[in-house]
Protein backbone atom coordinates (compact mmCIF):
# COMPACT_ATOMS: atom_id res chain seq x y z
CA UNK A 1 0.00 0.00 0.00
CA UNK A 2 1.45 3.25 -1.00
CA UNK A 3 2.31 5.51 1.91
CA UNK A 4 0.16 8.72 2.37
CA UNK A 5 2.79 11.89 1.69
CA UNK A 6 0.67 13.74 3.94
CA UNK A 7 1.22 11.97 6.87
CA UNK A 8 3.74 13.31 8.89
CA UNK A 9 6.83 10.77 10.12
CA UNK A 10 7.66 9.14 12.95
CA UNK A 11 9.91 11.53 14.37
CA UNK A 12 7.71 14.58 13.82
CA UNK A 13 4.39 12.59 15.71
CA UNK A 14 7.05 12.22 18.19
CA UNK A 15 7.77 15.90 18.63
CA UNK A 16 4.25 16.95 18.50
CA UNK A 17 2.90 14.28 21.01
CA UNK A 18 6.04 15.86 23.07
CA UNK A 19 4.63 19.56 22.54
CA UNK A 20 1.17 18.32 23.43
CA UNK A 21 2.32 16.43 26.76
CA UNK A 22 4.38 20.21 27.74
CA UNK A 23 1.33 22.03 27.14
CA UNK A 24 -1.10 18.98 29.09
CA UNK A 25 1.27 18.40 31.55
CA UNK A 26 4.53 20.31 31.91
CA UNK A 27 5.81 18.26 34.60
CA UNK A 28 5.82 15.05 32.58
CA UNK A 29 8.81 15.76 30.46
CA UNK A 30 11.65 15.92 33.42
CA UNK A 31 9.65 13.24 35.33
CA UNK A 32 10.59 11.40 32.15
CA UNK A 33 13.82 12.25 31.60
CA UNK A 34 15.05 12.49 35.20
CA UNK A 35 13.04 8.28 35.82
CA UNK A 36 15.30 7.26 32.71
CA UNK A 37 18.76 8.29 33.59
CA UNK A 38 18.32 7.27 37.51
CA UNK A 39 17.49 3.82 35.86
CA UNK A 40 21.17 4.38 33.81
CA UNK A 41 22.69 5.40 36.92
CA UNK A 42 22.05 2.27 38.86
CA UNK A 43 22.97 0.11 35.91
CA UNK A 44 26.23 2.07 35.60
CA UNK A 45 26.78 1.38 39.68
CA UNK A 46 26.12 -2.70 38.87
CA UNK A 47 28.35 -2.25 35.84
CA UNK A 48 31.25 -1.18 37.88
CA UNK A 49 30.80 -4.36 40.30
CA UNK A 50 29.66 -7.14 37.61
CA UNK A 51 30.75 -5.92 34.13
CA UNK A 52 30.22 -3.85 31.28
CA UNK A 53 27.35 -5.62 30.21
CA UNK A 54 25.31 -4.17 32.67
CA UNK A 55 26.49 -1.08 30.91
CA UNK A 56 24.65 -2.13 27.65
CA UNK A 57 21.72 -3.77 29.48
CA UNK A 58 21.30 -0.12 31.44
CA UNK A 59 21.17 1.81 28.01
CA UNK A 60 18.06 -0.46 27.09
CA UNK A 61 16.25 -0.22 30.84
CA UNK A 62 16.51 3.40 30.99
CA UNK A 63 14.86 3.66 27.24
CA UNK A 64 12.24 1.11 28.51
CA UNK A 65 11.23 3.16 31.35
CA UNK A 66 11.45 6.32 29.68
CA UNK A 67 8.82 5.30 26.90
CA UNK A 68 6.54 3.48 29.27
CA UNK A 69 6.93 6.88 31.65
CA UNK A 70 5.79 8.79 28.42
CA UNK A 71 3.18 6.79 27.33
CA UNK A 72 1.74 7.14 30.62
CA UNK A 73 2.05 10.54 30.93
CA UNK A 74 1.34 12.06 27.83
CA UNK A 75 -2.11 9.60 27.17
CA UNK A 76 -3.17 11.50 30.94
CA UNK A 77 -2.22 15.36 29.24
CA UNK A 78 -3.94 14.56 26.21
CA UNK A 79 -7.19 13.36 28.46
CA UNK A 80 -7.00 16.64 30.74
CA UNK A 81 -6.48 18.80 27.14
CA UNK A 82 -9.93 17.10 25.62
CA UNK A 83 -11.66 16.80 29.22
CA UNK A 84 -14.62 18.73 28.73
CA UNK A 85 -14.36 19.44 24.90
CA UNK A 86 -17.48 18.49 22.95
CA UNK A 87 -16.39 14.67 21.47
CA UNK A 88 -14.18 13.91 23.31
CA UNK A 89 -15.57 10.68 24.78
CA UNK A 90 -16.17 10.18 20.97
CA UNK A 91 -11.82 10.28 20.24
CA UNK A 92 -11.57 8.14 22.95
CA UNK A 93 -13.86 5.33 21.94
CA UNK A 94 -12.26 5.65 18.05
CA UNK A 95 -8.73 4.60 19.80
CA UNK A 96 -9.98 1.59 21.46
CA UNK A 97 -8.62 -1.42 20.60
CA UNK A 98 -10.27 -4.81 19.52
CA UNK A 99 -13.71 -5.33 17.75
CA UNK A 100 -15.90 -2.43 18.54
CA UNK A 101 -17.78 -0.57 15.85
CA UNK A 102 -18.07 3.77 16.80
CA UNK A 103 -20.86 5.61 15.33
CA UNK A 104 -19.30 8.65 14.78
CA UNK A 105 -22.59 10.63 13.83
CA UNK A 106 -24.43 11.65 17.54
CA UNK A 107 -27.48 8.91 18.08
CA UNK A 108 -29.10 11.63 19.51
CA UNK A 109 -28.50 15.77 20.58
CA UNK A 110 -30.45 18.33 22.23
CA UNK A 111 -30.48 22.03 21.94
CA UNK A 112 -27.80 22.35 24.94
CA UNK A 113 -25.04 20.46 22.44
CA UNK A 114 -25.68 17.33 25.08
CA UNK A 115 -24.91 14.23 23.09
CA UNK A 116 -25.23 10.79 23.35
CA UNK A 117 -22.61 8.35 20.74
CA UNK A 118 -23.04 4.83 20.20
CA UNK A 119 -20.79 1.67 20.38
CA UNK A 120 -21.53 -2.08 19.71
CA UNK A 121 -18.78 -4.65 20.85
CA UNK A 122 -18.73 -7.57 22.96
CA UNK A 123 -20.66 -6.52 25.47
CA UNK A 124 -23.89 -5.61 23.02
CA UNK A 125 -24.46 -1.92 22.79
CA UNK A 126 -23.18 0.59 24.75
CA UNK A 127 -24.68 4.69 24.71
CA UNK A 128 -22.15 7.41 25.78
CA UNK A 129 -23.78 10.75 27.17
CA UNK A 130 -22.03 13.75 27.57
CA UNK A 131 -23.31 16.53 29.76
CA UNK A 132 -24.48 17.04 32.95
CA UNK A 133 -26.79 14.32 34.31
CA UNK A 134 -29.88 15.90 34.60
CA UNK A 135 -30.16 16.76 31.50
CA UNK A 136 -28.77 13.36 29.24
CA UNK A 137 -30.71 10.69 31.73
CA UNK A 138 -33.66 11.33 29.52
CA UNK A 139 -31.84 11.17 26.57
CA UNK A 140 -30.02 8.16 27.31
CA UNK A 141 -33.76 6.90 28.38
CA UNK A 142 -35.20 7.35 24.99
CA UNK A 143 -32.56 5.80 22.94
CA UNK A 144 -32.38 2.76 24.92
CA UNK A 145 -35.76 2.50 23.71
CA UNK A 146 -34.74 3.01 20.43
CA UNK A 147 -32.11 0.66 20.13
CA UNK A 148 -34.44 -2.18 22.06
CA UNK A 149 -36.90 -2.24 19.23
CA UNK A 150 -34.30 -3.29 16.63
CA UNK A 151 -31.98 -5.32 18.74
CA UNK A 152 -33.90 -7.31 20.84
CA UNK A 153 -32.55 -9.73 23.57
CA UNK A 154 -29.03 -7.85 23.43
CA UNK A 155 -27.98 -5.97 26.36
CA UNK A 156 -27.83 -2.03 26.04
CA UNK A 157 -25.91 -0.12 28.49
CA UNK A 158 -25.82 3.59 29.33
CA UNK A 159 -22.87 5.33 30.65
CA UNK A 160 -22.34 9.37 31.54
CA UNK A 161 -19.52 10.08 30.53
CA UNK A 162 -18.18 13.25 32.84
CA UNK A 163 -16.96 14.49 35.95
CA UNK A 164 -20.43 14.72 38.14
CA UNK A 165 -21.67 12.21 40.60
CA UNK A 166 -22.48 8.82 38.93
CA UNK A 167 -20.62 9.92 35.83
CA UNK A 168 -17.73 8.32 34.41
CA UNK A 169 -14.59 10.11 34.00
CA UNK A 170 -13.13 10.40 30.77
CA UNK A 171 -9.24 9.37 31.33
CA UNK A 172 -11.59 5.95 32.80
CA UNK A 173 -13.72 5.45 29.66
CA UNK A 174 -11.68 3.31 28.32
CA UNK A 175 -11.12 1.51 31.08
CA UNK A 176 -14.99 1.29 31.96
CA UNK A 177 -15.83 -0.29 28.37
CA UNK A 178 -13.08 -2.88 28.69
CA UNK A 179 -14.50 -4.18 31.82
CA UNK A 180 -17.90 -4.86 30.69
CA UNK A 181 -18.77 -8.43 30.55
CA UNK A 182 -18.21 -9.93 27.34
CA UNK A 183 -21.83 -11.27 26.10
CA UNK A 184 -21.93 -11.40 22.56
CA UNK A 185 -19.40 -13.39 19.75
CA UNK A 186 -17.60 -12.06 17.06
CA UNK A 187 -20.55 -12.82 14.32
CA UNK A 188 -23.12 -11.60 16.29
CA UNK A 189 -21.37 -8.07 17.02
CA UNK A 190 -20.78 -7.41 13.41
CA UNK A 191 -24.74 -8.58 12.89
CA UNK A 192 -26.07 -6.37 15.61
CA UNK A 193 -23.76 -3.39 13.95
CA UNK A 194 -25.53 -3.86 11.06
CA UNK A 195 -28.79 -3.39 12.30
CA UNK A 196 -28.24 -0.55 14.70
CA UNK A 197 -26.88 1.39 11.93
CA UNK A 198 -30.17 1.05 9.89
CA UNK A 199 -31.71 3.47 12.61
CA UNK A 200 -32.02 7.09 12.05
CA UNK A 201 -30.51 9.51 14.00
CA UNK A 202 -32.67 11.17 16.89
CA UNK A 203 -31.40 14.37 16.50
CA UNK A 204 -33.84 18.07 16.89
CA UNK A 205 -33.22 20.84 14.82
CA UNK A 206 -32.34 23.83 17.39
CA UNK A 207 -34.81 26.45 17.81
CA UNK A 208 -33.39 30.28 16.61
CA UNK A 209 -32.24 31.86 13.65
CA UNK A 210 -29.55 29.31 11.19
CA UNK A 211 -26.09 30.39 11.90
CA UNK A 212 -24.89 32.18 9.22
CA UNK A 213 -21.86 29.59 8.36
CA UNK A 214 -24.68 26.95 7.65
CA UNK A 215 -27.31 28.97 5.69
CA UNK A 216 -27.33 28.03 1.88
CA UNK A 217 -25.72 30.42 -0.59
Known sequence: MAKDPAAPGRLKQIRMLVQITKQGDPKAMPIVYASALGTLVVFVVLG?????TWYVTGVFAALLVGMFLFGRRSQRAQYSMMDGQPGASLAVMKNMRGNWYVDEKPAAINRDQDVVFRVVGYPGVVLVSEGPGNRVQRMLVAEK?????VAIDIPVYDIQCGNGEGQVPLAKLQRHLMKLPRNLKKPVVSEVNNRIRALTPAMPIPKGPMPRSQRPR
Open 48 to 52: LFFGW
Open 145 to 149: KRVQR
